[in-house]
């Protein structure tokens, strides 16, 4: 499980060191039954998924089901902290809009009196689902545990139970039993089911390898199945297959000679998700990345912002992979909790291997279109610099924007210096504010009608000798003129061929979180936050340009969202 034991009550300690976010595992107890009330209106989001009010965070195992998506996820439904954790269950037809059930599983045995953690679903020959989860007992020691419908004829699933012999796997000598967690979906290859469980041990990330004929007796591996120094704690690994040459999923399971396998974990040092493209040696059962595909804080991020913990499955309906996370909240007070701050997840996302085979790609998945109601239009809009064009006719507080930027020259980007290998320390260097060469250009999202306060999501374009490097920020340091909470400039670097001067960007606009897509899908970055003055009406989207270059606004296409069914 994500240990988010950050009970942020008075004094969740963030701040900024190295480019990332910090913060105080300490736990308050005496805070975990809070009682909360609704989240306040003004950020209660409207198309994500999201409690009325309580504490959730991972999702957990999500899978399709006979015609139904489920998505579980931890949950808290005693306050708006962590603690009490149990598994929500919510299904829908359409990963958009949700009807919520009675929690999958709570704690109730010895094995997980002290927690019922992440886990994975896997769905088993003759149809038939089960969930592998982490349990955690009296003595903060962590098992492998599972759960089977306790009806399969319930559309639904509703009601699930723990079969007599869990816990299936505890932690064997040599193994940190307290830090032994979320076991992964599972895969068969030769006869046997496999499954990863995270771990760590003197500061060595590890996914240990377990095997199995019956998926109730498992063995350990000889070996781990990847580990890598200095990288902490593996939280919530993930591992697929993603083909060479097409954008549909694979089953977990397939093992054809046209593929890369994909290997994610969730860094609990870092509380950003990394993952690695390689080869998976099934003779040896062992786990290789590519060259050029780095383990750990330098290595390549499914989104460069508030994205944590996250989980794939595979959608047979529609041959895709799907990909959802928890949009980790970024800071929290004594006065949230008490009105029943809640995270959220972000919005399910296709994922697939780009043309380079150097890295993935991900697109919100096409069901949000069926949310999109009023529609504006903007194109061939020249931007000079120091001016922004206001995108009137929609709710910009709950909106989709589409749109490609035209660069007529790149002679004016500015010259690259090879030390900038951190883009998020780059974009807090060279923000929104601050004039350039080509760039910044972008989007004003949740901006106040005298852009006091506002969320820049931009692209800024540099040159070297050999290439152009394109920097895309989400910067929230402007985002709210409340003081003392946290307003990080999230960033990431988008390997794109400028041959055709374009860039394009979708920005996904929600009151309190706004998730953008730059390049296609190549970068994605996830930011909330918590504007006082650019609130529902009085929210504006505008259309900006600080560079000496300028830009032209190609194509933009803008739609009002409406509200999404959340039971």
């Not at 599972?186 to 996914?207: H, K, P, Q, T």
């Not at 697929?240 to 974990?265: A, Q």
């Not at 949000?368 to 061939?380: A, I, P, Q, Y």
Request: hydrophobic share 35%; glycine share 8%; aromatic share 12%.
């Amino acid at each position: 499980m994500a240990i988010w034991n950050l009970l942020w009550l008075y004094i969740l300690i963030l701040y900024v060191s190295n480019g990332r976010m910090e913060a105080s595992h300490k736990v308050y107890p005496q805070f975990q039954s809070l009682s909360a009330v609704n989240i306040r209106q003004l950020h209660h989001t409207a198309f994500h998924f999201q409690p009325p009010k309580n504490w959730i965070n991972d999702p957990n195992g999500p899978m399709y089901y006979n015609g139904i998506y489920h998505i579980f996820y931890q949950y808290n439904p005693k306050g708006a902290v962590w603690g009490n954790i149990v598994w929500g269950h919510s299904i829908s037809k359409d990963l958009i809009n949700w009807k919520e059930l009675e929690p999958a599983i709570c704690p109730s045995k010895h094995f997980d009196i002290d927690g019922a953690w992440s886990g994975s679903t896997t769905i088993l020959p003759s149809n038939k689902p089960i969930i592998l989860y982490t349990g955690v007992d009296s003595n903060g020691i962590q098992t492998q545990n599972y759960a089977v419908p306790a009806n399969l004829s319930d559309p639904y699933l509703r009601k699930w139970i723990k079969p007599g012999n869990n816990p299936l796997i505890d932690p064997e000598s040599g193994v940190n039993a307290t830090a032994f967690r979320d076991p992964s979906t599972a895969w068969w290859l030769n006869g046997r089911w496999r499954v990863l469980v995270g771990s760590e041990r003197n500061s060595r990330g590890i996914a240990y390898l377990y095997r199995s004929r019956d998926f109730i007796h498992w063995t350990k591996a000889k070996h781990p199945f990847h580990s890598a120094p200095n990288t902490g704690m593996w939280e919530c690994p993930d591992f697929y297959p993603v083909s060479l040459s097409s954008k549909e999923g694979l089953d977990p399971s397939y093992m054809g000679k046209h593929v890369k396998h994909v290997l994610k974990v969730s860094l609990d040092d870092a509380r950003y998700d990394y993952y690695t493209l390689g080869t998976y040696l099934t003779n040896e059962d062992k786990y290789v990345p590519d060259n050029a595909s780095v383990d750990g804080w330098a290595g390549l991020r499914y989104d460069y912002g508030n994205f944590y913990a996250s989980k794939t499955f595979f959608d047979p309906a529609k041959r895709r992979r799907i990909l959802w996370g928890w949009v980790n909240e970024s800071d929290f007070t004594q006065d949230d909790v008490k009105k029943g701050w809640a995270g959220i997840q972000a919005i399910p996302r296709i994922v697939w291997l780009d043309t380079n085979q150097r890295q993935l790609k991900q697109w919100p998945v096409e069901e949000l279109n069926t949310l999109r109601g009023e529609n504006v239009k903007m194109s061939h809009q020249k931007l000079k610099k120091g001016h922004h064009i206001e995108i009137q006719g929609i709710t910009a507080a709950q909106a989709d924007i589409d749109v490609t930027f035209y660069i007529p020259s790149l002679d004016k980007a500015e010259e690259f210096n090879p030390t900038w290998e951190d883009a998020q320390r780059l974009c807090a260097n060279k923000g929104s504010k601050v004039e350039g060469g080509v760039g910044p250009f972008g989007l004003l999202t949740l901006a106040s009608k005298n852009l006091e306060e506002y969320t820049a999501v931009f692209f800024r374009v540099f040159k070297t000798s050999k290439k152009h490097v394109v920097l895309l920020c989400s910067d929230a340091r402007s985002s709210s003129l409340e003081n003392g909470i946290y307003k990080p400039s999230f960033a990431g670097f988008v390997d794109v061929d400028l041959a055709d001067k374009k860039l394009s960007l979708r920005s996904l606009i929600d009151h309190s979180v706004v998730e953008s897509f730059g390049g296609g899908g190549k970068t994605c970055i996830t930011s909330r936050v918590y504007p006082t003055l650019a609130v529902l009406d009085n929210a504006h989207l505008y259309a900006f340009n600080k560079g000496d270059e300028t830009i032209i606004v190609k194509n933009l296409n803008a739609w009002s969202m409406n509200k999404a069914k959340m039971n």
